[in-house]
């Protein structure tokens, strides 16, 4: 299941390679009140039978958007913000909170300080490398594991679930392609190393570098629009990448903004599925029955015999079937994400509040809790018709003619002409200034290189073009040996 941070109890320390401090939680639009509807309102909408309940029609699927985008943007959110101290159950100031994960796309979940103070992720019998793992004996390809199944990563939350820790394991393999690449040929590292870079400085970099190619190439087009990218991002002089922002403004360091982080970018929740076809042999619901291990996708454990990922069925690879599709971005979530088991809640919260086992109630109080603007007063802001309480479905008069900023997002987004395909005006603008404005602000980033970069054959298949299936063919984890 895709969370937003606040469910790790520990923080995860930066990494070494920018100047950048921690971030901060911040505001978009500081002079907006917030939106602070009755909590029974905010229950009734988003508790299991209410509307927000996905019933699992087959016209719930996203045909434009493969399966494996649901669980990247999860992974990209866990790049950028980590909130464990916000609660759904007090009001939080988010001038004052603090995110312990840095504002760039830095991939401290795969390698945290570096091989000095992380040395659990790294080869001890050759640093340059990551540490991978094959499972007995099938091996089948795992996250490296501690003798208790703790996985070795940056990030434990990547290995909440099985589709995330793949996910990772295809980064981990991913860099260890870069390395095998670079040491091939003497060429190889002449060709890509800047002055005073390690090998092991070059391949993070091509890694990080590739990544967020994919992010503006391949993510944020099919959750924004080509259109609203092609708004932000611009060629400058030969070519290199110019980013314009309106909304995403920072004075100082950039921070993650609490219209994002708690409404916004939420709308990969509408995107899980009930259940998922793994390989060829294995289909698992998102939870199941915690006592039956083969029966949901839940992680913290070695990977079970015959799970690892079959990745075409999760993203399009050229001459292979078409795969999974993810569910639409609407105002639908997966019934069993609105019934959170004690597994992903704790047992105490569980049975303390069974109203907060939905996630779409979490996620509502959240945003009253921080104080969020209403969807209509940030429509207004930026200039947008706003849509009505009686287009949104929400008649009660409590809500006052308002609705909350993340339900107001994913009711736009199903909407014509988007029609769950995409974000609409409201949310897709938010997610793209956001996204593309924290990458303007790292001086490290492909698109602050002195001159216009771009991936290369044989990492890419041509020049320029490089996406998730790319990265996970150059990894050779595509699927199953």
């Known amino acids: ?42 229950i009734d909408l988003g508790k299991p039978g209410g509307p927000m309940e996905d019933k ?19 992974f990209i959110d866990h790049d950028i913000t980590f909130d464990p101290v916000s609660s759904i159950t007090k009001k939080i100031d988010p001038d004052s909170l603090h995110n312990f994960r840095s504002p760039r796309f830095d991939l401290d979940s795969v390698y ?28 089948e390809l795992d996250l490296p594991r501690n003798e208790q199944a703790t996985a070795l990563i940056g990030d434990p939350r990547n290995d909440e679930n099985i589709l995330i820790s793949q996910m990772q394991v295809a980064f981990l393999h991913f860099h260890n392609a870069i390395v095998a690449h670079l040491r091939d040929k003497k060429a190889n590292l002449t060709k890509h190393k800047l002055p005073g870079e390690s090998l092991l400085d070059t391949t993070q970099r091509l890694v990080r570098w590739h990544y967020q190619w994919i992010i503006v190439h391949d993510f944020l087009p099919k959750m924004c629009g080509a259109a609203v990218i092609n708004s932000i991002l611009t060629k400058g002089t030969g070519g290199k990448p110019v980013i314009t922002n309106v909304l995403y403004q920072p004075t100082n360091n950039p921070f993650i903004p609490i219209e994002f982080a708690v409404a916004a970018y939420r709308f990969g929740h509408t995107m ?66 609105l019934k959170l088991p004690a597994s992903v809640l704790g047992q105490k919260e569980f049975d303390e509040a069974p109203e907060r086992r ?21 429509a207004v802001e930026m200039g947008e018709t706003p849509l009505t309480n009686a287009s949104l ?35 897709g603008r938010i997610v793209a200034e956001v996204m593309l404005g924290l990458l303007d602000k790292d001086e490290l980033s492909y698109v602050n290189h002195p ?31």
């Open 1 to 42: 299941m895709p969370s937003h941070g606040e469910e790790l109890s520990r923080p995860i320390p930066d990494t070494f390679h920018s100047s950048l401090p921690r971030g901060k939680f911040g505001r978009l639009w500081p002079t907006l009140g917030a939106f602070t509807p009755p909590d029974a309102l905010l």
């Open 56 to 74: 699992a029609k087959p016209s719930g699927d996203n045909t434009s958007v493969p399966v494996g985008f649901t669980y990247l943007g999860q």
């Open 112 to 139: 945290g300080f570096g091989p000095g103070a992380s040395a659990h992720l790294y080869n001890r019998n050759d640093p340059d490398l990551l540490l991978t793992a094959k499972i007995k004996p099938t091996k």
């Open 272 to 337: 899980v599925r009930l259940d998922y076809q793994l390989n060829d042999l294995i289909f698992a619901t998102i939870f199941g029955k915690p006592s039956q291990p083969l029966s949901h996708l839940g992680g913290g454990r070695e990977l079970p015999a015959d799970w690892q990922i079959k990745w075409p069925l999760f993203f399009k690879f050229p001459g292979r079937a078409a795969p999974q599709s993810a569910r639409k971005i609407d105002s639908k979530l997966a019934p069993p994400l």
């Open 358 to 378: 939905s996630l779409a109630v979490r996620n509502l109080l959240r945003g009253k809790r921080l104080g969020v603007p209403s969807g209509q007063a940030v």
């Open 393 to 427: 479905g929400l008649s009660d008069t409590g809500w006052n003619d308002e609705a909350p900023l993340w339900f107001y997002v994913l009711k736009e987004s199903e909407k014509a002409p988007t029609g769950g395909k995409r974000l609409g005006p409201v949310g």
């Open 451 to 481: 001159s216009a970069w771009r991936p290369l054959k044989p990492i890419a298949p041509k020049a320029g073009q490089f996406g998730m299936p790319d990265l996970i063919k150059f990894a050779d984890v595509v699927q199953r040996k």
